[in-house]
């Protein structure tokens, strides 16, 4: 699974900290935290039909990251939504958008890892690039990785930060692998997520999902557990084995960029009580998503269709001016 380059993303207008430029001539200092320490939080977003579903969630998750990094100055909700705004806007993009929000701690004085060396700041990146759901939705595979996550203790999951070196590393082994994706344990033994997914897993007609001890609070996984609220659904979330995951009757990977997406496959065991035995050892089964996840796909497709903070409500007024190339 290789994200493949979209011509419709050659001429992107990238927003840093207001300034509108072709993705060319973007940058920023190497001076900036983010480069520095990877000091900084991010989100990733979706924009359906002019809508970003679960808007605010992303932008309280944003804020509350950056206060547990004791960031000197966080954009209000009201700024971060402007720039996003004019970002879309410059792009003539309303609908199959995929959005890389970064908020750094800002450029320092000189290079050095304290807080107090950042004297401009902070600095606010938006990317917006034409991009469907990135997962095949007739499903992936996924390699359990020897990298583990962080637990509280550690580096607490909640903080939504780009040192993103724990899941480059577990992908690193899914690609050695051959697997599409990394599945990640805790520190012990437990299932946290992917490198960059939430996963469920479906047993006997419940719904099961890790507890956020070691994986972040994931807006998608959340509204997924709403779905299940919502409609009746038995769901629970607990830790999680390995042996569990290799019994479940169905498995599938939750975030904003892929949504939902069936697990067909993991460390070789085929997902699902349909796999049969071969003469040769190994697992056998049709793939492709079971009854729960498809259904839980089109509830969750429901809700994006009808849901979401309206970006582009004042199209008339929205304008690429300012852009530098």
């Not at 999951?157 to 070196?165: A, Q």
């Not at 997902?271 to 049969?276: F, K, L, N, S, T």
Request: hydrophobic share 40%; with cysteine; proline share 4%.
């Amino acid at each position: 699974m290789l994200q493949k380059f979209n011509e419709r993303n050659r001429d992107l207008i990238v927003n840093i900290n207001g300034r509108l430029v072709h993705r060319d001539q973007a940058g920023i200092s190497p001076f900036d935290s983010a480069v520095q320490g990877g000091d900084a939080v991010w989100e990733g977003l979706r924009v359906y039909e002019g809508r970003i579903f679960k808007l605010m969630e992303h932008l309280d998750r944003l804020r509350g990251s950056a206060l547990a990094l004791a960031f000197a100055e966080i954009p209000s909700h009201e700024q971060i939504i402007e720039q996003i705004r004019r970002t879309l806007a410059a792009n003539q993009m309303r609908d199959g958008v995929h959005i890389r929000l970064t908020l750094t701690r800002g450029v320092k004085l000189t290079s050095g890892m304290d807080p107090r060396l950042n004297v401009f700041g902070p600095t606010l990146i938006v990317l917006a690039e034409h991009k469907p759901p990135v997962y095949d939705k007739s499903g992936i595979t996924l390699v359990t990785a020897s990298v583990r996550r962080f637990s509280a203790d550690c580096l607490d999951p909640k903080i939504h930060h780009n040192n993103l070196i724990q899941s480059i590393l577990a992908k690193i082994e899914a690609n050695v692998a051959g697997a599409d994706d990394a599945l990640m344990l805790d520190t012990r033994g437990f299932v946290a997520e992917t490198n960059a997914t939430h996963v469920f897993i479906v047993d006997r007609g419940r719904v099961l999902t890790p507890r956020v001890v070691a994986c972040p609070e994931g807006i998608t996984r959340a509204t997924v557990i709403e779905l299940c609220q919502q409609h009746g659904i038995p769901c629970e979330e607990r830790d999680l084995s390995l042996a569990e995951i290799y019994r479940a009757d169905e498995m599938f990977c939750t975030g904003t960029m892929g949504e939902l997406a069936p697990v067909t496959k993991v460390d070789g065991r085929v997902i699902g009580r349909m796999a049969v035995q071969t003469g040769d050892g190994t697992n056998a089964g049709n793939g492709g998503a079971g009854p729960m996840t498809r259904r839980l796909s089109e509830l969750f497709t429901q809700r994006t269709k009808t849901e979401g903070y309206p970006i582009l409500a004042d199209e008339a007024a929205a304008s690429g001016s300012g852009v530098s190339r």
